[in-house]
């Protein structure tokens, strides 16, 4: 089973600011890695999948970039909708997910 | 547009079964490329994918290690929708339960349904 592992656990920043997520996968998953935002309440969205590919619909202000073992969702510029839960997932093998990072409002 | 909406019950006893549907408009549970996913969400297992069932000129199932004792997941072609069940509960299977389409037999999950809150309780 492949264990993806989330940080920080909480990211505390005010709107405008840039966010940066982190995920690391326990082997390598070449590019197979997919981000999602849960907000309270809600299904998970997709946003991003093979690492850097936004999903339909999905705002330029988030990307993803990294291959391997180590994932990064940026966020260039923080919107008061984008306060939310993140979650990593991958499907290298069976679909698996990371913890999540929970971005709130400081 | 594709919508997921999800039917079942919220309670279920111990060792009793727990039975969700989903049923899908805008898309097809007989289409050739999507796959359609049982996934759930608990504080103490975070986000667990189960399973899923596809078509690609017969019917194929995938189940999760941590369930695939107990599991079962249907299509239904008549009503364009499709099930799981789950088997001898335990406290342990409390969660949101959430069905969802892969559009691609890719393992992402793009349409998902609106949750259901499973609780297993005496």
């Known amino acids: 089973e492949i264990v993806l592992t989330q940080s920080p656990a909480t990211l505390s920043l005010s709107p405008g600011e840039r966010a940066t997520l982190s995920c690391r996968a326990s082997q390598s998953i070449s590019n197979y890695l997919a981000w999602y935002q849960q907000k309270a309440g809600q299904a998970p969205r997709l946003l991003i999948y093979d690492a850097s590919d936004r999903a339909t619909g999905i705002p330029a202000r988030f990307s993803g970039s990294g291959s391997g073992t180590d994932f990064t969702l940026t966020i260039s510029s923080l919107e008061p909708e984008d306060f939310a839960v993140y979650y990593c997932q991958q499907r290298s093998n069976w679909p698996s997910f990371g913890g999540g990072t929970k971005v709130e409002i400081k | 547009q594709v919508q997921l909406q999800q039917s079942g019950l919220g309670l279920v006893k111990p060792s009793q079964t727990l039975s969700l549907t989903c049923v899908i408009s805008g898309d097809s549970v007989s289409s050739n490329s999507a796959a359609w996913n049982w996934i759930r969400h608990s504080p103490s297992r975070g986000l667990e994918w189960l399973g899923r069932t596809y078509y690609r000129s017969k019917w194929y199932n995938d189940y999760a290690v941590s369930v695939q004792s107990r599991i079962t997941i249907n299509p239904d072609t008549s009503k364009n929708q499709f099930s799981l069940q789950l088997n001898s509960v335990t406290p342990e299977d409390t969660a949101v339960y959430y069905c969802?389409?892969?559009?691609?037999?890719?393992?992402?999950?793009?349409?998902w349904g609106q949750g259901t809150l499973v609780t297993v309780s005496s």
């Open positions: 969802a389409r892969d559009p691609g037999e890719m393992g992402l999950f793009d349409y």
